[in-house]
């Protein structure tokens, strides 16, 4: 099993920029892909943003140009670089690993972006 671990998250205005980080421990050796999802009120998790150990990424429509997902594989982590930051970016968001494909199974705690003036 994988453990997970956010931080980066916090209240930024319209406009602004984060930087969310994750940290993985445990079977790490089992890791293939990374990602980002988040959770708005009252709304179903998506998926933002994933990236494969040989670093191919992938983003949700809403966030391209905007976002940037990166990877350390030899410290496991995985980073979020979140700019232009719109109010409807605000959410929980959760780190997430894959061993296969994107069957995502492992999740972190979750960490709170606010995105409001």
């Known amino acids: 099993q994988v453990q997970l671990v956010e931080s980066g998250g916090g209240l930024v205005q319209p406009g602004g920029s984060l930087r969310l980080s994750c940290a993985a421990s445990?079977?790490?050796?089992?890791?293939?892909?990374m990602g980002w999802y988040r959770q708005a009120p009252g709304k179903e998790r998506e998926l933002v943003a994933w990236i494969t150990r040989s670093g191919i990424t992938n983003y949700r429509n809403s966030v391209k140009g905007r976002f940037t997902i990166s990877r350390d594989n030899a410290k496991n982590t995985v980073d979020l670089q979140m700019d232009n930051l719109k109010p409807e970016d605000t959410a929980v968001y959760y780190c997430t690993t894959a061993r296969v494909g994107l069957s995502f199974t492992d999740w972190g705690q979750g960490t709170q972006v606010t995105v409001s003036s």
């Open positions: 445990g079977s790490i050796f089992s890791i293939n892909t």
